[in-house]
């Protein structure tokens, strides 16, 4: 079982940054790809980034150049560093885990088997 707590979200104006973090646990076999998701009002969720256990990182283009997943396990955290935040950005984030391989989560964000409960990011 892997449990997930997010922290981090807040309002900031447009061009802003916000650091958002999530406490890990479980057992690594559960947790092969780790992500960032969102859903905004009225959209469906979206992938946001996702991280290997080999530490390589892959990104939706439209947040690309922008935010940085990382990972601290001395820490049991997921980060997400966000900069140059735009109004569209604006969603509860959340933190998820997969059994499967990122190529197979990061176009499918419903496929993730842990999630958290959410932070909410709001940008104007």
């Known amino acids: 079982h892997v449990q997930l707590v997010e922290s981090g979200g807040g309002s900031v104006q447009t061009g802003g940054s916000l650091r958002l973090s999530c406490a890990v646990s479980g057992p690594a076999h559960l947790k092969n790809c780790m992500g960032w998701v969102r859903q905004a009002p009225g959209k469906e969720r979206e992938g946001v980034a996702v991280i290997d256990n080999d530490r390589s990182a892959r990104y939706e283009d439209s947040v690309k150049g922008r935010f940085t997943i990382s990972q601290d396990d001395a820490k049991n955290t997921l980060y997400l560093q966000m900069n140059s935040l735009k109004p569209e950005d604006t969603a509860m984030y959340y933190c998820?885990?997969?059994?499967?391989?990122?190529?197979?989560?990061?176009?499918?964000?419903?496929?993730?088997?842990?999630r958290g409960q959410g932070t909410q990011v709001t940008v104007s």
């Open positions: 998820a885990a997969s059994v499967s391989a990122c190529g197979v989560v990061i176009t499918a964000p419903n496929e993730y088997n842990y």
